[in-house]
Every structure is written in C-alpha cells, then in structure tokens.
C-alpha cells in the first residue's frame, strides 16, 4: 500500500509538472516575435496587427481578483463567527451544509444570474451599460463566500477553550473575546481561506466571461467593459491556429496564470508552517 501512495504521489507530481513544461514551452515562443516588455507592459492588443500587449488583462485581473476578496471576506468572517461561536448547534447543523451548497452550483448558474440580474440592475442605477469589473467582482464574491467562510469556521472552532475561558475570566465581554483573542489566533486558517479564495476567483471563467463585457481595454472605471486573462484566453482560443504567435501568446497567458496559483500556494504553506512553529 505504501508503494501505491507514493506512486501516486509521483503520478500526480509528473502530471503537474508537464502542464507546466508544455505550457511554458509554447507560451514562450511568443517572445519570438514579441519582446517581453511590450508584452508584459502594453495594453494594446490587437492580434490582427501584430500587438500582443497583456497589461490591460493582467491588472484587470488582479483589480477583480481584489475587489471580490474585498467584497466577500468581511461577509465571510461575520458568518464563521456566527456560525462557531454564537448560532445554536441546530442552526448550525442547518446553515453549514446550505453554505457548502453553494459550492456545487456550476459557474455558469451563477453567470446567468449575473446577467439577467446584476447586470440589468447596475445598467439601471447607474445609466451605463452594467457590464464591467464591479458585476463580476459581485458573483465572484458569492462564489468564494462558501470557501473562505467554511475554512475561517473551521479555524475559529480549532481553537482550544482555554483562550476563550482564560479572556472571559479576566473581564473581557463576549465581543471583545471574539474580536480581540478568537480571530487572531485563528489568523492563520483564515488567511489559507482567502488565500484559497483568490485562487478560485483568478482562475474562474464561464461566470466572468459573461458579466465583463470582454473588451479588450484598460478599465477606467469598475463599470467599463473588460477583460481578464482566463476569458480573454477562451474568447480568441477558437480563432487561432496552433503554434503562430496568437496562440502562443494565449499559452503564455496561461503560464501567468499557472504562475499566480503556485505563487498562492507558496503563501499558504508557509503560512500553515509559521502556524504549526506558533
């Protein structure tokens, strides 16, 4: 059994490990024909005329990956108080698995909400056309909720009593007991939530394809038309031929995006291990 592990394991490691190489061996060939900083710092892409600049998509990117972490931990954190430290054991049996419900809802559910319903309503407030980053950092936030709040829950109810005693004991109000000892010292799981959370947001497609407006331009405002790495690659996929430079370009896209999620699971584990030497 020890040797089907680890060969699994092996396995596992192997299959990530050629995405990467594959990924990053066409997406570099982009730079054939493209310099790195005219692709990496441009915001001029038109692939008809030979401009491959990503800028606009990679900081519309992370401007949406942000706002909908802005948007949903503040929710998150208040429902995983809630539910670990003040709902009754019946409520909670209730409103747990209703939270990890939403989980299983396909991205396109959501992006269909976010079309008929967000969008229309934004469109209507504020005399634009709806589409733009604020609609899809609004369904991005609802779709990572269920994560941060069920990883942030877990992590609060973790906690050994004695902290919670020992506040009680020496004066400090139920409030000031959760917001002062209970969320910092579950710090750790509720940074790996959202960190988690990004991760999920970054490399979501289908709900942001169809709230965004995919235009191909920097955003001057949270309700212009745009477009992120992950729809910008599924849009102009169908219209390229493998190996010219468009399409290299797109697997270079997809390198990036390879990179960020490896680089948030670097920050995970090193904060699970600064938790574990605490």
């Keep these: ?44 892409w038109t692939p008809s005329q030979g401009e491959f600049g990503i800028f606009a998509f990679l900081y519309s990117t992370l401007l949406l990956t942000l706002l909908s972490v802005v948007l949903a931990v503040p929710l998150a954190l208040s429902g995983a108080v809630f539910m670990a430290k003040i709902a009754p054991s019946w409520m909670r049996e209730i409103m747990r698995p209703a939270t990890d419900l939403f989980v299983g809802i396909p991205s396109v559910v959501y992006g269909l909400i976010g079309l008929t319903v967000i969008v229309p309503a934004l469109a209507k407030m504020t005399g634009g056309i709806g589409y733009g980053i604020l609609p899809a950092a609004i369904i991005l936030a609802i779709m990572i909720l269920p994560t941060i709040l069920s990883i942030s829950e877990d992590a609060i109810r973790a906690l050994p009593s004695r902290l919670e005693e020992a506040s009680l004991a020496l004066g400090a109000t139920r409030w000031q007991t959760i917001w002062r000892v209970l969320i910092p010292a579950a710090r750790p799981g509720i940074i790996t939530g959202t960190i988690l959370g990004m991760g999920r947001a970054i490399g979501e497609t289908m709900a942001v394809f169809m709230v965004i407006g995919n235009s191909p331009q920097m955003p001057e405002s949270l309700l212009d038309s745009t477009t992120v790495l992950t729809t910008a690659i599924v849009k102009d996929m169908g219209n390229t031929n493998y190996g010219t430079t468009w399409n290299n370009a797109l697997y270079m896209m997809a390198l990036v995006l390879l990179l960020i999620s490896l680089f948030l699971i670097v920050i995970i584990r090193y904060v699970a291990k600064r938790s574990e030497v605490k």
Excluded: E, N, Y
Excluded at 13 to 38: E, H, Y
């Design 1 to 44: 059994m020890r040797w089907i592990f680890v060969g699994s394991a092996i396995l596992v490691s192997g299959i990530i490990f050629s995405i990467i190489v594959f990924v990053g061996m066409q997406g570099v060939k982009t730079f054939a024909d493209v310099s790195p900083l005219r692709f990496f710092f441009s915001a001029d």
